[in-house]
């Protein structure tokens, strides 16, 4: 990158416009050159420095036995030998693909059903579409707080309104069986928001005529949706799965403040796991080695969906 | 609700009945949506032994606004969302413009190795910060910035998200525009300040405010690199009021209610850009 940055920079009195066209614009074109690398040069260090330098040295920390205060040591594949027998990362895993799988197709169906239900030519539907935003733009720290107190077993909000329908409701948040989807409710509460309001703009730049000329089809409404709105619609949905599920890879507010984890290990997520791996036991190689495979998974099921998305995904109409 | 559709669209035939009953969904599940939101405040300003009651009350007894007070006497939370302005303010600042600078040379300069670097800075949408956590808190403490403003935002004010959105819409500026500014006799460094910078101003105030909410919620990458009151965010402030406070209802949730505010008013004053914000990067899916 100093080479260019040099050689042009000598060059940079030179280019007032003179001679034939032809070197004027070869002239041009190194200037262009030099004009392009110095607009890059904040955010090129910046990223080598801050992603990519990291990324490559996630590598090679997972290789060594490292607990920042005394020498690393190089012990080659140990840390990922080290994954096979640990009973909790694979609680970790295992909790993290059942946070994922749970809560992305709920949100969807909840954004998706509320973008719909505010695409029916409301009249006040900027003021509910913000209202639906808020806890989108509150802190997921604050908000798991009052989860918490909504949450707790007997007299808990929760409990009182299903005691109301006659339902007995769980001890939620210290039961193995319902401290997961407690989080899960509460995910997709915090986060519908995204998704309603990519829909809310996909389903706004769905041509009027589709659906006139549907209706002339004598389509019912519920095939009207299916072969109009939703194939108008799957970039939008590929787009919001994608980074939901990215998203849903790295959860750990919520368990963090909700449940720290558990009761056991029951609510423990991929990176709480490395969090308390690298921050709390001191472990750097082995936590890198977690969050290699971690990275691993979301580099599989991210390429996996982009090549469901040529069969799935319609771009044109 | 999304099996309604098809009986939203039946009730259409009947207007008036079908409109109430659109409007009373509406109201339904937006009433049902912000009771967590409602409930902070209610139980923030009930008196210590309600709200630690066996069962809680969902309206106060008694109002007590003096737990304002006593939630910023407990925690310094006035210092805590001071940095969590500048945190956040830091990083959306830096990361916006060192994005429009980057944004501008892939959008309008010819060089070589740009559709090669560009697709790098795409790659590395997919990377999760998890992956960096352990490297960059170990670059950040070898280069004694724990605990220091740099520390904390260096390491998230370059992202290719940012980069992306704004090429995207430098793509959509008129080239005729900087043709007559350049004619003008006006430099690169010219029109990219005169002529774009201010046809880029919805974008850039979007990038802005997405960023600056999204690292007041960030909650990891400030748990691990700040360990003082002179650097700790609200959200890390909350966690260690947590755990000092237990289960002091009113009081936890005040200060949560507290953190969140500004917040939420910041969001009603840009939702326009933020809700644009949010559909641009919906369209940068595709």
């Known amino acids: 990158m100093a080479a260019p940055t040099r050689t042009a920079a000598?060059?940079?009195?030179?280019?007032?416009?003179?001679?034939?066209?032809?070197?004027?614009?070869?002239?041009?074109?190194?200037?262009?050159?030099?004009?392009?690398?110095?607009?890059?040069?904040?955010?090129?260090?910046?990223?080598?420095?801050?992603?990519?330098?990291?990324?490559?040295?996630?590598?090679?920390?997972?290789?060594?036995?490292?607990?920042?205060?005394?020498?690393?040591?190089?012990?080659?594949?140990?840390?990922?030998?080290?994954?096979?027998?640990?009973?909790?990362?694979?609680?970790?895993?295992?909790?993290?693909?059942?946070?994922?799988?749970?809560?992305?197709?709920?949100?969807?169906?909840?954004?998706?059903?509320?973008?719909?239900?505010?695409?029916?030519?409301?009249?006040?539907?900027?003021?509910?579409?913000?209202?639906?935003?808020?806890?989108?733009?509150?802190?997921?720290?604050?908000?798991?707080?009052?989860?918490?107190?909504?949450?707790?077993?007997?007299?808990?909000?929760?409990?009182?309104?299903?005691?109301?329908?006659?339902?007995?409701?769980?001890?939620?948040?210290?039961s193995d069986d319902w401290a997961m989807p407690a989080l899960i409710v509460m995910s997709v509460w915090k986060?519908?928001?995204?998704?309603?309001?990519?829909?809310?703009?996909?389903?706004?730049?769905?041509?009027?005529?589709?659906?006139?000329?549907?209706?002339?089809?004598?389509?019912?409404?519920?095939?009207?949706?299916?072969?109009?709105?939703?194939?108008?619609?799957?970039?939008?949905?590929?787009?919001?799965?994608?980074?939901?599920?990215?998203?849903?890879?790295?959860?750990?507010?919520?368990?963090?403040?909700?449940?720290?984890?558990?009761?056991?290990?029951?609510?423990?997520?991929?990176?709480?796991?490395?969090?308390?791996?690298?921050?709390?036991?001191?472990?750097q190689g082995y936590a890198a080695a977690q969050s290699m495979v971690l990275f691993a998974f979301i580099v599989v099921i991210t390429a996996a969906q982009f090549l469901f998305q040529r069969r799935l995904v319609h771009y044109d109409l | 609700m999304t099996s309604d559709v098809p009986a939203l669209a039946a009730l259409r035939r009947s207007p008036v009945a079908a409109r109430r009953l659109l409007v009373f969904t509406c109201f339904l599940v937006t009433a049902v949506t912000l009771t967590p939101i409602v409930m902070m405040v209610l139980v923030a300003f009930q008196s210590d032994t309600e709200s630690m009651a066996a069962r809680p009350s969902l309206w106060p007894g008694s109002w007590h606004p003096e737990n304002i007070g006593r939630a910023f006497d407990l925690v310094p939370l006035g210092r805590y969302l001071l940095n969590t302005i500048i945190f956040a303010g830091g990083t959306a600042l830096l990361e916006t413009a060192t994005a429009a600078l980057a944004a501008y040379a892939f959008a309008r300069l010819r060089f070589r190795g740009r559709g090669v670097l560009f697709g790098v800075y795409l790659t590395t949408l997919m990377i999760p910060s998890q992956v960096t956590l352990i490297p960059q808190f170990i670059l950040v403490a070898k280069m004694h910035g724990v605990d220091t403003w740099?520390?904390?935002?260096?390491?998230?004010?370059?992202?290719?998200?940012?980069?992306?959105?704004?090429?995207?819409?430098?793509?959509?500026?008129?080239?005729?525009?900087?043709?007559?500014?350049?004619?003008?006799?006006?430099?690169?460094?010219?029109?990219?300040?005169?002529?774009?910078?201010?046809?880029?101003?919805?974008?850039?105030?979007t990038l802005a405010v997405f960023k600056f909410i999204s690292q007041w919620n960030n909650l990891l990458w400030p748990l691990v690199i700040s360990n003082s009151d002179s650097t700790r965010t609200a959200a890390v402030g909350l966690q260690v009021f947590q755990s000092t406070n237990g289960t002091q209802w009113n009081l936890l949730l005040m200060a949560a209610a507290i953190t969140t505010v500004p917040l939420i008013v910041l969001f009603f004053l840009t939702q326009r850009w933020f809700v644009k914000g949010i559909t641009m990067s919906g369209l940068g899916g595709r």
């Open chain 1, 10 to 174: 000598t060059a940079a009195p030179r280019r007032t416009p003179r001679g034939p066209l032809r070197g004027r614009r070869s002239r041009r074109h190194g200037s262009e050159t030099l004009a392009a690398w110095l607009f890059l040069l904040p955010s090129l260090a910046g990223f080598l420095v801050f992603t990519a330098g990291p990324v490559i040295a996630a590598g090679v920390i997972s290789l060594l036995d490292w607990n920042l205060f005394s020498p690393p040591r190089f012990i080659g594949l140990d840390n990922f030998a080290r994954l096979g027998p640990d009973d909790t990362f694979w609680s970790a895993l295992g909790n993290t693909a059942y946070f994922t799988f749970v809560s992305v197709p709920l949100t969807l169906l909840v954004s998706l059903g509320l973008a719909l239900l505010l695409n029916q030519g409301l009249r006040r539907m900027a003021v509910f579409r913000s209202l639906l935003l808020l806890p989108y733009a509150t802190i997921t720290v604050a908000v798991a707080f009052v989860w918490v107190w909504l949450y707790i077993p007997h007299d808990g909000l929760i409990n009182a309104v299903l005691g109301g329908f006659g339902i007995d409701g769980p001890a939620w948040l210290i």
């Open chain 1, 191 to 283: 986060s519908f928001g995204f998704g309603m309001v990519i829909f809310l703009a996909g389903l706004q730049a769905i041509p009027q005529q589709l659906y006139e000329a549907a209706k002339v089809d004598g389509a019912s409404p519920w095939r009207t949706f299916r072969e109009v709105t939703l194939p108008l619609l799957s970039p939008s949905v590929f787009f919001t799965v994608v980074t939901s599920i990215i998203g849903s890879f790295q959860v750990f507010d919520q368990a963090l403040v909700m449940t720290d984890g558990g009761p056991g290990t029951s609510t423990t997520t991929l990176v709480m796991y490395i969090y308390r791996t690298g921050f709390e036991n001191y472990e």
């Open chain 2, 150 to 205: 740099p520390g904390m935002i260096l390491p998230h004010a370059f992202t290719a998200l940012g980069v992306f959105l704004l090429r995207q819409f430098f793509l959509g500026v008129p080239r005729d525009y900087e043709e007559a500014a350049r004619l003008d006799g006006a430099n690169r460094w010219q029109t990219f300040i005169r002529i774009i910078i201010p046809l880029a101003v919805p974008a850039i105030a």
